[in-house]
């Protein structure tokens, strides 16, 4: 029988995620039933969305719960298969775990993104966190050719793809980015307008000299502070996305938006983006960002870390904004 | 010459107004010129908005300058005019201002509202209020039958008329107020389905009860405290609607909102309402108000005082919540 290395939930943590929150376990791989196929994990997406899926109780989706194995979307390889529907050496992904080896019986697995594309871009670019910057964007943003996007966690995977998709639709582009580095790769690499290092300048007095006539469309990717200064410069029938992700990250984490009556004064909106409840459309948007992405207007940058056993300091990565592109966790 | 005692802003409030923001003057009347009328003012609307206007600067309107006449609402009979569309008797409302008597040009007045309602009518139910809830929930609220519909300040003049509209369209409807008088007046007079005391009942607990399936449409007029509450019930495709109002009162008084992020996993949206921008579309409202007023479906309480003397002290009522309907200055 072949070993399967899996990572269990072992604490619901506070604050912060420790790496006495997981446990490393190798496991004998159940015998296939008829119907079942054993995909073997290359890709595990690390994304904000699973501080949350760490607690108790239910939001949008329930929480892992202890001892079970952590939630992750995932691209793999399928090895053997007893399903009619599936043969082995396709890809596919799926919200499969993090772990080496999956058994799945087919349910809600999608095809691996185009062969084209790396293989790890189906949880990347062209999976859910693609699709969420590509709908929170268009959908819940509706920009405007002229408008002014300001989007937050502009260097990560949902910020630059926000950023880069409001730039083709005609969009001046306003990126907020910690470090000078992130903040050259936006306006050097991207082609964002300009950048602010949230780290180093004035939000308020960047905002003032950089969006003067106010901000059209806010995307949030971080919540909290920066979240609240933005508030105070959005332009006349502003729309605020926040993005779904951060309502999952650790409460303690925010302080109170105090700012929130600009949106009376300013006639503007605030609702969020779950990527959930645009699967539906998902056609849509992998057609674009597939052609976006061949013709090269749109730059897609991962920060891949290798090892199943990395997954713990990986995932803390993304809230302390160590990664830079879209953390993926390659199995060796 | 006739003598006309104006409230003039004698100093920007910090926090609670206070008596020695307003200087009471009794000053000569300019002589007419042509193309002007001269309107005594019989009723001026005391509204929370004016906390607001007391303000430098500029949001939605421009600050009352220190000196200046206090902005109001007013309604009262032309009792001069050398302008050709006005006559001796018409009763007009409009921004006259705290003061006995206004010098017009005409720009802006209004006729007051039909004989067939008191003359104070046309600065609370028929006037700007009662178009602030007409519009606040019909438009930014969409309510449909067999939602549930939570509004806040339910005792006061907005919020009665947007949850007894709420009731015409068919809601369920859940009023909070402050003490078991006003509660009993929303169930027993206004018909609401329940009423909440904030100061003696636990909202969470109460909101389970009543409203187990969420809120539909949260008409927030007190902002803080109880808003953040609220979020925290939302029904799936919530609308939160902020009354303009709130953005105007003293904003030392609410603290942060911290649960915000519940309009992401309920899909809800947060708007404010701005009574100005729907001046285009008033006669709709007036003809709907109208009707329900005449044939009683619509409940309108008024809370007078007397004496333009009294504005300081009045004006802070709304405030403290010691009114007990919509709150007018009668000048003797």
């Known amino acids: 029988m072949k070993k399967n290395t899996q990572v269990l939930l072992a604490a619901r943590p506070q604050?912060?995620?420790?790496?006495?929150?997981?446990?490393?376990?190798?496991?004998?791989?159940?015998?296939?039933?008829?119907?079942?196929?054993?995909?073997?994990n290359h890709f595990i997406s690390l994304d904000p969305a699973m501080r949350?899926?760490?607690?108790?109780?239910?939001?949008?989706?329930?929480?892992?719960?202890?001892?079970?194995?952590?939630?992750?979307f995932t691209v793999g390889i399928v090895e053997v298969s007893k399903h009619p529907a599936f043969q082995p050496g396709d890809a596919v992904q799926g919200l499969l775990g993090v772990q080496e080896y999956a058994v799945s019986n087919g349910e809600h697995l999608l095809p691996a993104a185009g062969k084209q594309f790396p293989l790890s871009w189906s949880i990347g670019a062209l999976g859910m966190p693609g699709l969420t910057a590509y709908f929170g964007l268009l959908d819940k943003g509706q920009p405007k050719?002229?408008?002014?996007?300001?989007?937050?966690?502009?260097?990560g995977m949902v910020g630059?793809?926000?950023?880069?998709?409001?730039?083709?639709?005609?969009?001046?582009?306003?990126?907020?980015?910690?470090?000078?580095?992130?903040?050259?790769?936006?306006?050097?690499?991207?082609?964002?307008?300009?950048?602010?290092?949230?780290?180093?300048?004035?939000?308020?007095?960047?905002?003032?000299?950089?969006?003067?006539?106010?901000?059209?469309?806010?995307?949030?990717?971080?919540?909290?502070?920066?979240?609240?200064?933005?508030?105070?410069?959005?332009?006349?029938?502003?729309?605020?996305?926040?993005?779904?992700?951060?309502?999952?990250?650790?409460?303690?984490?925010?302080?109170?938006?105090?700012?929130?009556?600009?949106l009376v004064t300013a006639r503007g909106t605030m609702s969020g983006i779950i990527v959930?409840?645009?699967?539906?459309?998902?056609?849509?948007?992998?057609?674009?960002?597939?052609?976006?992405?061949?013709?090269?207007?749109l730059q897609y940058k991962e920060h891949i870390v290798e090892g199943i056993e990395q997954f713990p300091a990986a995932l803390n990565m993304l809230f302390t904004g160590e990664n830079f592109g879209k953390l993926v966790l390659k199995i060796s």
């Open 15 to 40: 604050g912060a995620v420790k790496a006495s929150d997981f446990r490393i376990d190798m496991n004998e791989l159940p015998e296939l039933q008829a119907g079942q196929l054993l995909i073997r």
């Open 52 to 72: 949350g899926w760490m607690n108790a109780g239910t939001t949008y989706v329930r929480g892992v719960e202890i001892g079970e194995v952590m939630r992750a």
């Open 145 to 155: 050719a002229g408008e002014t996007v300001l989007v937050s966690g502009a260097a």
């Open 160 to 262: 630059s793809f926000v950023g880069q998709i409001a730039k083709l639709k005609g969009c001046k582009v306003i990126g907020i980015a910690g470090g000078a580095v992130k903040c050259r790769y936006l306006t050097e690499v991207l082609g964002f307008d300009s950048a602010i290092d949230y780290k180093n300048e004035d939000l308020h007095a960047a905002l003032k000299t950089l969006a003067p006539e106010g901000v059209h469309i806010y995307f949030d990717n971080v919540g909290g502070e920066i979240l609240d200064k933005a508030l105070l410069h959005l332009a006349f029938g502003a729309r605020v996305v926040l993005c779904g992700a951060i309502s999952q990250y650790n409460e303690a984490s925010y302080g109170g938006l105090k700012n929130y009556l600009k």
């Open 276 to 297: 959930l409840d645009y699967f539906p459309r998902a056609a849509e948007a992998i057609r674009d960002l597939t052609q976006w992405l061949n013709d090269g207007s």
